[in-house]
């Protein structure tokens, strides 16, 4: 029985549906560069396609692991949060209290490691909705940022603290390197890991995955915790593009990283999703983020424009699952 839930997750990895779906988004990808490049001369430039997946990069570093975590169990709304409690952790260890800078990278991952595994502890243990825990998270660790910082934004201009994200590698900024090596080894977790397999069969059915054997708790926990580390990377990222720890920062990230997920055709149901097409919503995301910009769109169009593309991505995921 194991394996036929194995070979069912493995199924749902290689849908032939996600074809289409795959194609659907390129095209869509394609015809806004078409657009952008026609109504804007700057569009094309080399150095505005480095703009643009720096731009997303730290959205697209968090979106991997979400893309799991809605896969296995639902999505987590505590990332932004842990983003900002990343950087408020630096400014106070190392520019209030004169710690190493490498301290502040340790306590900044060990938090949202340590945050992400209470998420998953408190969800499997009491089976409660992700989205209610981790939006109570949320708002405890939000404040928590306002507490250590004591509401005021701190500039950080120490070199270990703005490395990733300010550091080349090759002419390219290492925060691109770090989103695009989160999208290669979350892509081989969930397409060639046995690990990846039992994801999708515990998000498919868990009562089926468990007497499989399947540890669906240990999966979920796990799942959270790994949501928890990469937004912690992605807050030591934020803190070296730019070059400030604010409390308030990444309000947004959690509503970006789901419309990214969802974009890519994964479903809120769960046990359905890839990781690679998660790559494909946030270039989407990126590239009119990037034009709008670019023809001077005021700033609450773009974000009237980033909610409608929610919605969008939540009807097309309510019709996948009716069919």
Aim: aromatic content about 10%; glycine content about 12%.
């Amino acid at each position: 029985m194991l394996h036929s839930i194995q070979a069912w997750g493995k199924s749902h990895i290689r849908d032939p549906k996600g074809l289409i779906g795959s194609l659907s988004l390129f095209l869509f990808l394609v015809a806004l560069f078409i657009f952008f490049s026609i109504v804007s001369p700057h569009f094309l430039r080399p150095r505005n396609f480095i703009n643009i997946l720096t731009s997303v990069s730290v959205i697209g570093i968090i979106a991997t692991a979400m893309t799991l975590t809605i896969i296995g169990r639902g999505p987590d709304l505590t990332v932004g949060a842990i983003v900002a409690m990343a950087g408020s952790i630096q400014a106070n260890l190392v520019l209030i209290n004169g710690f190493p800078w490498y301290i502040g990278i340790i306590a900044s991952i060990v938090i949202g490691v340590t945050v992400g595994f209470l998420n998953g502890y408190i969800i499997v243990k009491f089976n409660l909705s992700p989205f209610i825990v981790t939006l109570g998270m949320m708002n405890l660790i939000r404040g928590l940022c306002f507490v250590v910082t004591d509401g005021m934004a701190y500039f950080i201009s120490v070199p270990g603290l703005v490395y990733l994200g300010r550091a080349r590698w090759a002419g390219i900024p290492v925060s691109i390197i770090v989103l695009l090596a989160s999208f290669l080894i979350f892509d081989f977790i969930s397409k060639n890991t046995v690990f990846g397999r039992n994801i999708y069969a515990s998000g498919g059915n868990r009562t089926a995955a468990r007497l499989a054997g399947i540890n669906v708790d240990r999966i979920g926990i796990s799942l959270f915790t790994i949501s928890g580390f990469m937004a912690a990377i992605a807050g030591i990222v934020v803190v070296g593009i730019g070059g400030a720890a604010l409390p308030n920062i990444g309000e947004a990230y959690p509503l970006d990283a789901v419309t990214a997920v969802l974009l890519g055709g994964t479903t809120l149901a769960g046990g359905s999703g890839s990781v690679r097409k998660t790559l494909l919503g946030i270039l989407i995301i990126g590239v009119m983020n990037n034009g709008m910009a670019l023809l001077n769109v005021q700033t609450f169009w773009q974000i009237s424009a980033k909610g409608a593309l929610l919605l969008a991505a939540v009807i097309i995921d309510g019709l996948r699952n009716k069919g």
